[in-house]
């Protein structure tokens, strides 16, 4: 094991999935704020992939390659230049195994016979009643005969077996996060589901294999994207920022866990606002394609138009599309000074968006005379 001081400080968005289609801008937010923070402090930052999952399932290598490298060239073109690229599908099966062997011998992983619902193709697998878990709700379909699965169509039946569960510890006190009420609704959210029980295990083959008690399970692909942290650790980083958006704030939960467990360290989780467009619709559609954006007003000015949208006291943010069109036609106003900043916290909030708004309104009242406005790290 590496000392800490020889360690590769970093930044990780959460494993994200790379979109089969067009690239909307929904997309790439939290890439483009977890370059940001990583341009600002001049430390490495990762993107990480979640390619193991249900939507990847079923896509054969080739296609599955192309829309990573979609994916990829997409971040480019926007200027996030990520350090690393971190994938699920690329990590090693042993050293998973070690990970859920220490699991097991703490007592945080157990076999247990439980009630599970599943359907056919065994995309729908969760323990009986709790199925209101986020994760699990898109895969189905409630109808009043039964629930059906999205992917194969079949009726989720029960099925009473042995199963892998993980309990959540108690981690509340172990949250830290920006913006502060997230911070708060993290700690309430580690209150309520410490000490319960989840399913890690499936019945159907995964692509990670893990033999227990002479029973041979397939572990829950989230759990595998769950232990990135521990994974990026084992390879000589220090991972001390995770980036995402509040849309589905439980994996925090499992990620930290994990990470305080395994390797006896904390996170600091930063909470992107949910961007929506100024009708409040999803940043999703023709209107909001990447490359069609990007073409049309450059890479420069999304950047700016995003971080200048930031408010950390708001949980959502609505972007203009005619304040994109101002920016991209007085950007060469907008420069970047060498601004280093010491710590993640002081970073964080130098991406204040209603700053920026104003040095962007005073920039363009101030037609004629030259006025440099500051964009270190979004620039
Ligand atoms: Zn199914």
């Keep these: ?33 977890t370059s940001f923070i990583g341009n600002k402090t ?5 993107v990480a ?23 990829l060239n997409a971040l480019t073109d926007l200027k996030v230049e990520a350090d690393i690229i971190w994938r ?17 011998s703490l ?11 599943r359907c056919d193709c065994g995309i729908v697998e969760m323990l009986y009643g709790v199925s209101d878990e986020k994760s699990n709700r898109s895969l189905f379909e409630a109808r009043a005969d039964g629930r059906f699965c999205q992917v194969c169509k079949g009726k989720v039946k029960k099925h009473k077996e042995e199963v892998l569960l993980f309990k959540l510890p108690e981690v509340s006190k172990d949250i830290k996060a920006h913006p502060r009420f997230f911070e708060k609704e993290l700690k309430q959210m580690a209150l309520k589901y410490s000490g319960k029980h989840f399913l890690i295990s499936k019945n159907r083959k995964t692509a990670i294999r893990f033999v227990f008690n002479g029973k041979e399970y397939g572990l829950d692909v989230d759990f595998v994207w769950q232990l990135y942290l521990v994974d990026l650790y084992e390879k000589g980083f220090l991972p001390q920022v995770v980036v995402a958006s509040s849309h589905n704030l439980m994996p925090y939960l499992f990620v930290l866990s994990l990470y305080k467990i395994l390797i006896g360290r904390k996170i600091l989780f930063v909470v992107h606002p ?29 950047r700016v138009w995003l971080a200048s949208n930031i408010n950390w006291n708001r949980k959502s943010s609505s972007l203009n599309i005619r304040e994109l069109s101002l920016l991209s036609k007085m950007d060469y106003r907008i420069h970047s000074s060498e601004n280093n900043f010491a710590t993640f916290e002081s970073a964080i909030s130098s991406i204040n968006g209603q700053d920026l708004k104003k040095s962007l309104s005073l920039a363009r009242r101030k037609k004629g005379d030259y006025y440099d406005i500051n964009f270190s790290g979004v620039v």
């Design 274 to 302: 949910l961007f929506f467009s100024d009708k409040h619709q999803r940043l999703l559609g023709e209107r909001f394609a990447l490359s069609k954006l990007i073409s049309k007003f450059g890479a420069k000015s999304i």
């Design 49 to 71: 992939l979640n390619l193991l999952g249900p939507r990847m399932f079923n896509k054969n290598v080739i296609e599955k390659e192309f829309l990573v490298q979609k994916y």
């Design 88 to 104: 699920d599908d690329k990590v090693n099966g042993l050293l998973i195994t070690k990970f859920i062997t220490k699991l097991v």
């Design 107 to 117: 007592g945080h992983i157990t076999s247990s016979i439980k009630e599970i619902e």
């Design 1 to 33: 094991m590496k000392e800490e001081k020889n360690r590769i400080p970093c930044i990780c968005t959460l494993p994200l999935l790379p979109p089969v289609g067009q690239i909307y801008l929904e997309k790439v937010v939290a890439p483009v704020i």
């Design 42 to 46: 001049k430390t490495k930052y990762i």
